[in-house]
Nanobody, 120 residues
Framework: QVQLVESGGGLVQAGGSLRLSCSASGRSISSIETMGWYRQAPGKQRELVARIISGAITIYADFVKGRFTISRDNAKNTVDLQMNSLQPEDTAVYYC?????????????WGQGTQVTVSS
């Protein structure tokens, strides 16, 4: 009931910046409770990067260290991730995630992923 389309990945040199964007659509978007970004590097588990809860509470992974900023546009149903001071260890596939409130639980939906590669 929710479709997610991501954009903005690519190749950047260390110290550079990228902005990821995720657009949500579908008949359940009015029930979105959280929007966020996760990433998965080769051989590693998927991990949280940042998320916004109830449109107001932001949570960041420790490794973000003030380099990344997540923002949500409720009118457009989008969530963006501004990434600055990128390092080679940030190389991963980045996935958009939303959670829909359904009854008394949260149902997750995932985007297809966008590759971010940071060269040294």
């Amino acid at each position: 009931q929710v479709q997610l389309v991501e954009s903005g990945g690519g190749l950047v040199q260390a110290g550079g910046s990228l902005r990821l964007s995720c657009s949500a659509s579908g008949r359940s978007i009015s029930s979105i409770e959280t929007m966020g970004w996760y990433r998965q590097a080769p051989g590693k588990q998927r991990e949280l990067v940042a998320r916004i809860i109830s449109g107001a509470i932001t949570i960041y992974a420790d490794f973000v260290k003030g380099r990344f900023t997540i923002s949500r546009d409720n009118a457009k149903n989008t969530v963006d991730l501004q990434m600055n001071s990128l390092q080679p260890e940030d190389t991963a596939v980045y996935y958009c995630n939303v959670e829909i409130k359904r009854d008394y639980s949260l149902v997750p939906y995932w985007g297809q992923g966008t590759q971010v590669t940071v060269s040294s």
